[in-house]
Each structure stands twice: as structure tokens, then as C-alpha cells.
């Protein structure tokens, strides 16, 4: 059993990159010597062909479904549709409630873009700081965040990054937080992948 169990929790029309990147840094992480265990999961078992549709048309099979990970790191993508994506997941409900019953399990959580309005509507960003992507800067300050306009921001058992690109530099610095600098450097040199900015908390 891994030191540290993450999840990165797909839905359909979530942005590719807000998950597949910190996967990958998560995944060299272990190559470079942190004991953990990344997989890509849904929800449930919901979907006819077992895959799960990205916001560009990229179909990822996941590993599994939902478990109770350490770590659950939660996507945008979509804030800005109509029909899908994180809009459709707040709508329905059933993604917020699942990270809300994890994080007062005990996981921490984590997102990416505008995964972080799933956390506001899950609850768990209350009086807390947090950043999303640009597009949902003004939602995120009318709900009852502490908006922070930050790359990635940690706070302790909560922490969300700003838009897409800015999920390796979350990923990347959960590994420094957790397995020290030396993993995530070497990782970052390895992903030819220059940080930027400074964490917030």
C-alpha cells in the first residue's frame, strides 16, 4: 500500500490537460521515488463504452470508480457551457456531495481550474482562500471563498490552482509538500517544466 492514495476524479467535458497533467507529474513522481499511487477514476460506472469524454474529444478509460483516497484532485473544464462539464457536474450535485463526504472523511482535496467552483458547491472552500481560472474568478467571489489570485494556493487539507496549466504546478508542489524538493525538482527537470510563481499559504 502507497504512503499517499490520489484520485483524480474525471467527468465528462472536463479539461484535458487539468487532469492528465498533474497525472503525469504524479506518475514521474513515483519513477523518481515517492510512494504513492495515482488513478484516474469516475464517480460511478456510468458511462455504455466505459470511457469518459474530455472537453477537446479525448475519450480516457479510467482505472476504476471513486474510492477513499488520501488525496482527491478535481478538474474544470466546461464552467462557461451551457451543458456540460463542471456546470453540469454543480447542477447535478452528485460530484460535490461525493467530494464533500472524502474531504470530511478526511482526504484532502485539491483542484484545478474551475474544479474549484465543484468545491465551492461541495462546501468546502468556505472562509478558506482559493483561486480558479479567470473565467470564474467573479463566481468563486460570490460564493463563500476568500478569492485569491494566485497560481496555486494551499490551504493545508484544501488547495485549488488556477487555470489548466497551472495543475502541474499544484501537482508539482503537493510533491515537494509531501515527498520533498529534490522528487518534485527532478520531475520538473524530467517535464522540461519551468515553475512559476510562488504558493500561496
Sequence with gaps: MADLTAELLLFDGFDELDAVGPYEVLENGREAGADLEARLVTLEDGTDDGFVEASHGLRVEPDGTLGDPDLLVVPGGGWTSADGGVRAVVDDGAIPAAVDDRFAAGATVASVCTGAMILAEAGVL?????????????????????????????????????????GIDLALWLLEREFGADVAEAVAAEMEHERRGEVFG
Design 126 to 166: 468556505e472562509g478558506r482562500p482559493a483561486t480558479t481560472h479567470q473565467v470564474a474568478i467573479d463566481d468563486l467571489e460570490e460564493s463563500v471563498a476568500n478569492v485569491v489570485e494566485e497560481r496555486v494556493v494551499d490551504d493545508g487539507d484544501v488547495l485549488t490552482a488556477g487555470g489548466v496549466t497551472a
